[in-house]
């Protein structure tokens, strides 16, 4: 005979009946495996093991396998688990069982559970493929995407083509208030985040070059670097994860609505419909930002410099004025026109592209962000040596 | 198919060819089939949607109505087989004329598909703003009138977020009215709706096929209202994809095969005795 149980026992109950679940095995003397189950069967307390069971049915078979469940004073899905598991044991080496012994809840409930058999091909293949396979499904899988990427690229140009030919078809409202968004609203994170670079850059200056007795060279340092670069790319990157997010996000949403297809049957394109005046609204916006940003990331370095380094604002403006050429703010505002472009194209992609569920807006949004992200830092570095070779 | 009856459609195609010369015919669709990628959802279907009727496309979940609700209006492509509009080819028309066609449909989504940021009359109002030199008090006046006929008079100004969802059909209904459509389709238009709700829904489908003369495609699985609405039923068939019944749903309850009774008697008996609807 041998017993399983689970669960400490408790003292304050009255006696073994209401104890915790236990599975015991004696054969009886014509080759009948009888299982007696006793106590509180919970599945808080977890399922007891069938391995002490399956032993007795290894050694020298059973004719067959009957219970006895007089005992058990409560139940739950825990024995129907526990039997459930023991009935396959038994069917697979073709032992038969008798249920009657169990009472008639546990009875139906097994019979509900093996009513219908398991369909054919439903279960996920759960053999992962080597990591040389994996590296061969992730590059085969890049093929879809990437030619989705290039044919809205493609259709998105020829939706510009249009608009220059005065023959797109948009909301005059939605493009204001996307504008409205994508830029008026905006200037409160771009304030806080470029003043703060420009006086990261000054500090990180000043401490190296006080060294020299050249301090004054910070406002050479902080001018160059915000109007050159950091302007552009601290905004590109704000409005990455700002305005581009949002447009993955409501373009996925309405993806998910079927408002996209409501507009495609009404006969308008969504290209130039939901995305162009976005598009439209980041070029416009991205380069006024910037020269904003430019500004106050120099009023950041002026700030710095007269705190730290005392220089005082007229000498630290007429260094910066003569250190910044207008042709570094045109790049500057160049570049964060086209990072614009980038970071509009990548949100209204992710948009359209999104599944159609609430966790596929998610990956939209995130996947939005990382596209953006990663096109305006290629970018940068494009334009670094761009403009070395054509010597701006 | 063991049942004779002319409802019971075969499946080997007849060969077809040239524009479609029945001058009733209103939708024509030939050796449809249609796939996700490799996966076949339906193959070979061919009916015809006769002008001015309620044509019901019914069957079990997931066998591909609402799949075949979107190559009717042009969002998915078919893997073989045309659709054609009169005499004119959807399938092969190019973008142009497509556009065309697509503007004298209107579709009513399973949620309303309103736009969000705007307002019940913008939503109405945008077809009309894009393809009529209606001014905007004219429009505003349309608008507001195609919102009285689905009962939603004085609701102009709400924006879809602040009525229920049977008034978002509704009002999706409305849009889907804006361009007097010669054909109207329905995604499930009872889904998620109370049944007096839905029951209202019906009557104004029927009131409106026969005020404006539009045909009327209806995607749904609910009984009540494939008999109360329905003049012509095709049944797609989960098992077989494709389709195995075509008629109306009191005749084909009566003789179908053994499938469609069984879903139009919900699964009791083997349909003949089911009880009759209505």
């Known amino acids: ?392 | 198919m063991e049942s004779p009856s002319p409802t019971t459609v075969t499946n080997g195609s007849a060969p077809h060819a040239g524009a479609p010369t029945d001058p009733t015919a209103h939708i024509t669709v030939r050796d449809l089939t249609m796939a996700y990628g490799s996966l076949v959802v339906m193959r070979n279907l061919n009916f015809i949607v006769t002008r001015g009727e309620v044509f019901v496309i019914m069957g079990g979940s997931g066998c591909g109505k609402s799949t075949l609700l979107r190559h009717l209006i042009g969002l998915n492509e078919p893997a073989t087989g045309e659709i054609w509009y009169g005499t004119e080819n959807f399938t092969r028309a190019d973008p142009a004329h497509r556009q065309a066609m697509v503007q004298r449909f209107g579709v009513l989504y399973q949620s309303g598909a309103l736009f969000s940021s705007m307002t019940l009359a913008e939503n109405v109002g945008l077809p009309l703003q894009e393809y009529t030199d209606l001014d905007a008090a004219e429009i505003r006046e349309v608008a507001s009138l195609k919102l009285a006929l689905v009962g939603l008079k004085g609701f102009e100004d709400y924006y879809p977020s602040q009525i229920s969802g049977g008034m978002q059909k509704r009002a999706g209904l409305a849009r889907a009215m804006a361009l007097d459509p010669e054909v109207l389709f329905f995604d499930e238009p009872s889904a998620g709706l109370d049944p007096i709700s839905s029951r209202l829904l019906d009557d104004l489908i029927l009131e409106l096929r026969n005020s404006l003369g539009a045909t009327i495609v209806v995607v749904t699985h609910e009984l009540a209202s494939i008999f109360a609405i329905a003049t012509t039923c095709v049944f797609l068939d989960v098992e077989t994809r494709t389709m195995t019944a075509l008629g109306p749903p009191q005749e084909l309850l009566r003789s179908g095969g053994a499938n469609v009774r069984r879903f139009l008697s919900r699964g009791e008996a083997n349909g003949a005795e089911g009880r009759p609807h209505g």
């Open chain 1, 1 to 392: 005979m041998v017993s399983v149980a689970s669960g400490a026992r408790s003292p304050d109950r009255a006696g073994a009946v209401s104890g915790p679940a236990e599975a015991s095995a004696a054969r009886s003397q014509d080759g009948v495996l009888v299982v007696r189950l006793a106590g509180r069967w919970h599945l808080k307390d977890g399922v007891p093991s069938t391995v002490p069971i399956e032993k007795e049915l290894t050694g020298e078979p059973p004719r067959c396998v009957s219970f006895d469940a007089v005992a058990v004073c409560g139940w739950d899905t825990s024995i129907i688990t526990f039997l459930t598991r023991l009935i396959s044991l038994c069917g697979a080496r073709g032992i038969e069982t008798d249920r009657s012994g169990l009472p008639e809840g546990i009875q139906r409930l097994i019979a509900l559970a093996e009513a219908v058999p398991e369909r054919q091909g439903a279960r996920q293949a759960a053999a992962a493929p080597s990591w040389l396979a994996r590296i061969g499904l992730a590059v085969l899988n890049l093929r879809e995407p990437v030619r989705d990427a290039l044919a809205f690229v493609g259709q998105i140009t020829l939706c510009i083509g249009k608009l220059l030919r005065g023959r797109a078809r948009y909301r005059r409202e939605d493009l204001l208030l996307l504008i409205q968004q994508a830029g008026g609203d905006a200037i409160g994170i771009v304030t806080l985040i470029s003043f703060l670079v420009g006086t990261i850059l000054a500090f990180v200056g000043a401490v190296q070059l006080e060294q020299f007795g050249a301090a004054i060279y910070v406002a050479d340092l902080v001018g160059i670097a915000m109007v050159r670069d950091m302007g552009a790319m601290m905004t590109a990157i704000v409005m990455a994860g700002r305005t581009g997010a949002a447009y993955a996000a409501q373009l996925g949403t309405m993806k998910v609505t079927q408002e996209v297809d409501a507009l495609t049957t009404m006969g308008m394109s969504p290209l130039e419909f939901l995305v162009l005046p976005r598009m439209i609204a980041l070029c416009l916006m991205m380069p006024l930002l910037c020269l904003y940003a430019d500004f106050l990331g120099i009023v950041g370095g002026m700030v710095v410099g007269g705190g730290m380094l005392r220089i005082a604002p007229l000498v630290y403006y007429n260094e910066t004025a003569q250190a910044v050429h207008l042709i570094d703010v045109a790049g500057g505002v160049f570049k964060a026109a086209v990072y614009g472009l980038l970071v509009a194209v990548s949100g209204c992609l992710r948009g359209m592209q999104c599944g159609s569920s609430a966790s596929a807006v998610g990956d939209a949004t995130t996947a939005a962000v990382v596209t953006s992200i990663v096109l305006i830092i290629t970018a940068c570095g494009l334009f670094s040596v761009i403009f070395y070779v054509l010597g701006i």
